[in-house]
C-alpha cells in the first residue's frame, strides 16, 4: 500500500498515459477521421522502435538520426500496409492489419541476430565492447532537464519526471497538430469517406490516396509513440508489442470518443490510473486474488468499463452523440 | 462537324452470367438535355455507372469531349468535368450540409496535405467555396440547413443538396439519376426551374434517367430508351411513342396526353 503514496508511481502512471495518448492519437486520425479500423497499430511502434534501438545499438548511429529512422520505417510499414490491403474494404482491412503486427512480432521475435529475438533488445550485438544501450543520448537531456526541476521539486525531481514532462510536450504538440490538420479539408474528404466511397469520388475525389495518407499519418504517430516507448521501458522485448496494446488504444479511443480529439489526452489518463491502479485492488472483493491474479483484474474493468460506455454514451465521453446516431 | 459530347460505342458489361448493358450505342450533343428511359433492370443506372466509372465495361468505349475515359477511375472522369448525382440521392450524414458542398469543390489546396504549411493559400479557397457553396444552396433553397448534418434531411431535400453538390464539382455534363422519383410536384417544380437556369446560363449538358415520362417529355431534346441491356430507341421525344419496340417493351397501350 505504501507505493500508491510515492510520488514517482504517478509519475510513471502519468508517463505511460502520455505515451499511450500518443499512440492513440495514430489511431484516432485512422479511426476517428477516415472511419479506417486498423488493430495491428502497434506494429508501427515496433517496427520504429526496433528500428531505433538496432541503428543505435548495433551500428552505432546517432540516436536522432536512429529514432528519425525508426518513425521514417514505421511510416513504411504503414504504406505498405496500406498499399497491400487498403483496397480491401472496412473488415477485412482490421483483420489483415492484426495479422501485420503479429508478422512484425515474430520476424523480431525469431530474428535473434538481428533484434535479439526472445531476450530483446539487451541481446543485440553492440558496436564494439559497449553496454548495449540506446538511451545514452536521452538521458543526457533528461538529467540536464532534472537538474533544472530539483530546485523547485526537490528531492521528488528525477529521471522519471524528466521524461513525463517531455512526454506530455510531446503529446500537447502532436494533439495540437493533429487538431488543426483535421480542420483541413484533407479531412473533411476523410470524414466522407468513412461513410461512402461513391460520393467523393463522384466529386472527383481520390478516396485510396486520402486513406493512404492517414494510414501513414497515423503510423508515423504510432511511431514516435514507439521511439518514446523504448526510452521509457529502456529495454525492448517482443512482448511489448502484443496486439493488446492495440486494444488499450482503442479502449483509450472510444473513451475520449473516437471524432474529437480533445478528450484523448483525459482518456489516456483515465486509462493510465485503471491500468496502474488496479494493483491497490487489496480491498474486499478483490483481496481473495493474489497480486498476479489481480493484474488480470484491469483487463477485466477495462472490459466492463467498454461495455457500460457502449451502452450508455456510445460515442464517448467527448464525443458528439448526433456525429454516432445518424445512420 | 461533331458536337457531340459524349460517345458511347457498344459497351458491353456483365455481372456473373446477366448482362446488365448488353453492347449499348448512344451519343449526347452539347448542350442538350437527353434522357434514359426503360423498364426497370433495363440497365440504365448501370449505363450511368459506365460513363462516371464507377462500373468498367467489358467491351465497347466510351469518348467524352474526343477522349476514351472507359478506362479512368471516377474520380479523374469527375475531374474531366462528368458529376453525376445518385438514385435516391445520397448524403454524407454525418457531415453538415454546407460541408457536404465544399466537398464538391475542385482542385482544392487543402485537399492535398503539402498545403496543410500553406494556410493562407487553404483558408482564401475555403472561404471562397464556402461563398459559392452557400449561393449553391439559396439556389436550391436548402440554406436554412447548411449548419445542419445532412441526415436530418427530407428524401427531397437530399435530392437538392445532391443536385447543387453535383454542381459545386463545376461539372461540363450533369448525370442525374431519377432527379424527379419520389419528389412532391413543387419540388420538381423548383428542380425544373433550377436545371433551366443552368441550362440558359451556364451551357451545361445534362443526360438523366427518369421515369416520369411527362417530365421527360417536356425537358427532354432526346429521349434514349433501353430494354434488357440494349438501347431499343433514340430519337426526338415524340417520335418514341410512335416506336412499336418502345410500346411493347415500355410505354404498354398507356397513352399521354
Known sequence: MTAILQPGFWVFILTMSGIYGIFTLGLQVQYGVGGILNFGHVGMMALSSYTMAILVIAHGFNFWIAAASGVAVAALGGAFLGLTTLRLRGDYFSIVSIAFSEIVRYVIFNSDGLTGGA?????????????????????????????????????????????GILVWIT??????????????????????????????????????????????????????????????????????????????????????GATKVKGLAIAAIFFGFLYGGTRFFTFWPFSFFDSSQRSYMRIMIIGIVLIVLMIRRPQGIFGKREEMVLE | MNNLILEVNDVAVAFGGIKAVNGATMSVEVGSVTSVIGPNGAGKTTLFNLISGATKPDSGTILFQGFEIQKLLPHKIAGRGIVRTFQGAKVIKRLSVLENLMLGAQNNPGDNLINFFNPRARNAFEKQARDHAMALLKQ??????????????????????????????????????????????????????????????????????????????NISDRVVVMAEGQVIADGLPNSIYENQAVVDAYLGTRKLK
Open chain 2, 140 to 217: 436550391v433553397g436548402i440554406e436554412r440547413f447548411a449548419n445542419d448534418y445532412a441526415g436530418i434531411l427530407s428524401g427531397g431535400q437530399r435530392k437538392l443538396l445532391d443536385l447543387a453538390r453535383a454542381l459545386m464539382a463545376e461539372p461540363v455534363m450533369l448525370l442525374l439519376d431519377e432527379p424527379f422519383a419520389g419528389v412532391n410536384p413543387t419540388l420538381v417544380e423548383k428542380l425544373l426551374e433550377v436545371l433551366h437556369a443552368l441550362r440558359t446560363e451556364h451551357h451545361l449538358t445534362f443526360l438523366l434517367v427518369e421515369h416520369d415520362l411527362e417530365t421527360v417529355m
Open chain 1, 171 to 256: 503529446l500537447g504538440i502532436l494533439l495540437f497538430i493533429v487538431s488543426r490538420v483535421e480542420r483541413t479539408s484533407w479531412a473533411r474528404v476523410l470524414r466522407a469517406t468513412r461513410e461512402d466511397d461513391d460520393v467523393p469520388s463522384a466529386l472527383g475525389k481520390n478516396v485510396f490516396r486520402f486513406r493512404l495518407q492517414a494510414v501513414i499519418i497515423g503510423s508515423i504517430i504510432g511511431g514516435i509513440a514507439g521511439i518514446y516507448w523504448a526510452l521509457q521501458v529502456t529495454l525492448l522485448s517482443p512482448d511489448d508489442f502484443l496486439t493488446i496494446v492495440t486494444f488499450y488504444a482503442w479502449m483509450i479511443l472510444i473513451l475520449s
Open chain 1, 119 to 163: 531476450q530483446g533488445s539487451l541481446a543485440i550485438m553492440p558496436i564494439g565492447d559497449a553496454y548495449p544501450s540506446y538511451t545514452d543520448t536521452w538521458d543526457t537531456i533528461l538529467y540536464w532537464i532534472r537538474d533544472h526541476l530539483t530546485p523547485i521539486f526537490g528531492e521528488i525531481a528525477d529521471r522519471d519526471m524528466a521524461m
